[in-house]
């Protein structure tokens, strides 16, 4: 099956309740070469924040995609081509596996043609992710490889998300999980900061995510981390 995500290599992650950096402007955000927003974050996150960015971002090309941190935040905007809603595969119960997600599909008219799934591998314990779905972060290469197999196999998961958020993870973890699949693309994020540290997970991975980066130091950094992805998978 063709998914738009099959062609990605980055995709840069908008934190709704983050400032941009300095001078940046959401056209700036969108001009970053980047193949995908996400929308989405923790901690904090309204419906009102996550309408601003969308509305802030519709008029430019770039392929625009919300994630919800819980059903409260989704927003029905025309200017969104997708969904992506998590599940925690590894989280310490079942609210963050099926139990946010059977509340949110009692609402009628769910715009299922747009809605996609990602199987969460939640790694650093220090992360908001980690802390509110109380993730058992304490996971060896073969627990991940053997969680990725899980989601594809059995749970039929189109995307992979190693996430890392907020810290560089361990590229040997991150490998296991990309060698276990074979149809579903691996996303992986957390503390890419530069052209390096891009180019070394885009390595191991399909997708990787940018997050903190444009909030902390702005398009241009961004923009060294789209520049590493695609030169990991031009080679
Ligand atoms: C069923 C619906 C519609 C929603 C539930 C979706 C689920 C299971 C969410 C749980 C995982 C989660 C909170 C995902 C949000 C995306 C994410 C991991 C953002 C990164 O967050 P952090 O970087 O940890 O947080 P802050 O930057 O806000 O501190
Ligand atoms: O903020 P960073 O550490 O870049 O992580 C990106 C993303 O995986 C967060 O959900
Ligand atoms: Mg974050």
Known sequence: M?????????????????????DDTFEDVCRT??????????????AE??????????EYDVPLYQEPSNPGVVIDSPALDGYLIPTVFNAGG?????GA????????????????????????????VAQLTEADCDLS??????YAKVA????GQEIV???????????????????????????????IHGYESANEMAAHSDVIVVGDLLHDEGVDAVRETVKGAKDAHDD
């Open 33 to 46: 070469g980047t193949d995908a927003i996400e929308i989405g974050g923790t901690l904090d996150v309204t």
């Open 161 to 191: 998300y190693v996430e890392y958020s907020g810290t560089f993870g361990d590229t040997e973890k991150v490998a296991a999980a990309h060698d276990a699949l074979d149809e579903a693309t691996l996303f992986y994020g957390g503390g």
């Open 101 to 128: 997600h059977k509340e949110w599909v009692r609402i009628d008219d769910l715009d299922w043609g747009r809605t996609h799934t990602e199987a969460y591998i939640v790694m650093n314990p220090e992360a908001s």
């Open 49 to 58: 924040k996550m309408s601003r960015v969308v509305d802030a971002a519709a």
């Open 141 to 146: 290469a073969d627990d991940v490889e053997a």
């Open 2 to 22: 063709n998914n738009p995500w099959d062609d990605w290599d980055h995709v840069l992650k908008v934190d709704p309740d983050k400032e941009l950096y300095g």
């Open 152 to 155: 594809e196999r059995m749970f």
């Open 94 to 98: 079942p609210f963050w596996i099926t």
